[in-house]
């Protein structure tokens, strides 16, 4: 069974950082892309960023510039290390896996889906 883990969230203070991590289990993703989608209370579930098997990263604009995507492929892992977070970063962070390289921004365009991860920014 095909599972992604997260971990990292937690409460910090605006202006703060948290590292996100993702580590599939079950099989290995060095040919997927991965990506992270974040969803607010009474919000739907919007794009953070992605990453492909290259290395090639797309962010959303709300992100770019503070969010940094990585992957580790010989670890399985995947990072998302945020900076300067804001009150409006507060959401459930969750990691995603899909098919192929186009960084694709589309909650549909995912196969797998993580439980979440909480990050609550405080102003």
């Known amino acids: 069974q095909v599972q992604l883990v997260e971990s990292g969230g937690g409460l910090v203070q605006a202006g703060g950082s948290l590292t996100l991590s993702c580590a599939p289990s079950g099989r290995t993703f060095s040919s997927y892309r991965m990506a992270w989608f974040r969803q607010a209370p009474g919000k739907e579930r919007e794009f953070v960023s992605t990453i492909n098997s290259n290395g090639f990263t797309k962010y959303a604009d709300s992100v770019k510039g503070r969010f940094t995507l990585s992957r580790d492929n010989a670890k399985n892992t995947v990072l998302l290390q945020m900076n300067s977070l804001k009150s409006e970063d507060t959401a459930v962070y969750y990691c995603?896996?899909?098919?192929?390289?186009?960084?694709?921004?589309?909650?549909?365009?995912?196969?797998?889906w993580g439980q979440g991860t909480q990050v609550t920014v405080s102003s």
């Open positions: 995603a896996a899909g098919r192929g390289m186009a960084l694709l921004t589309t909650p549909g365009s995912y196969d797998y």
